[in-house]
């Protein structure tokens, strides 16, 4: 598994409109229980991550570290994206196989 498919893979979610990025969305629609998954850029800050990572484990939500800023934003079509959340059931469990698979490599 290369990061290139994966990044790609998270486009096409974006393109099926599954994805909501930015702090403020996610923390609300992880609140909501509409997020299925929430990737972090590794290169986050630290008070984010905890912020996330805290969310999501209140309300039961999976979280990835994975990839940079700018690896994220581009793989959406947008600038830097820090967070990213999967809305979609199907999606975010194929994001999810695919990042840990390419951790173990």
Known sequence: MTKEKIFNFLGLAMRARK????????????????????????????????????????YHVPFRIFGTRAELGQSLGKAKRVNVGVTDSGFAKKLKAMIDEYCKE
Do not use: P
């Not at 997020?35 to 990572?53: C, F, G, M, P, T």
């Open 19 to 58: 994805v909501k990025a930015g702090e403020s969305v996610l923390l609300t629609e992880i609140k909501k229980q509409n997020v299925k998954l929430v990737i972090l850029a590794s290169d986050a800050s630290e008070n984010s991550i905890k912020n996330i990572q805290n969310k999501c484990e209140t």
